[in-house]
Nanobody, 126 residues
Framework: QVQLAESGGGLVPAGGSMTLSCQFS????????MGWFRQAPGKGREFVAT????????YYAESVKGRFTMSRDNAKSTVTLQMNSLKAEDTAVYFC???????????????????WGRGTQVTVSS
């Protein structure tokens, strides 16, 4: 019922910028926790950013804080991830995730999210 459709991704030079988008459908978007995760080869899915909805705060991983910005557009039921000052270590498949609600202590854990997009590859050249 809930579906996530991602767009964006591609090849970008180190120091460059890229914006990822995620289209949500199948639920009351404003009440859903939305998150961004990434996964590099041989690694688990790493927390990037998340927001619980209903005007709640946005939380960021320390590795991206100050460089990445997550935003929500409730009218369009979309979330975006604006990535600036990209580094080679940002190279990964980036996933959009959703859940009806998560407590704050669970937000960083990918296993807590019920719905996932297909992922989009972001490659930062070094």
């Amino acid at each position: 019922q809930v579906q996530l459709a991602e767009s964006g991704g591609g090849l970008v030079p180190a120091g460059g910028s890229m914006t990822l988008s995620c289209q949500f459908s199948g639920g009351n978007f404003r009440t859903y926790t939305m998150g961004w995760f990434r996964q590099a080869p041989g690694k688990g899915r790493e927390f990037v950013a998340t927001n619980k909805g209903n005007g709640g705060p946005i939380y960021y991983a320390e590795s991206v804080k100050g460089r990445f910005t997550m935003s929500r557009d409730n009218a369009k039921s979309t979330v975006t991830l604006q990535m600036n000052s990209l580094k080679a270590e940002d190279t990964a498949v980036y996933f959009c995730a959703a859940d009806r609600h998560l407590i704050t202590s669970s937000l960083r854990f990918s296993s807590e999210y019920d719905w996932w997009g297909r992922g989009t590859q972001v490659t930062v050249s070094s």
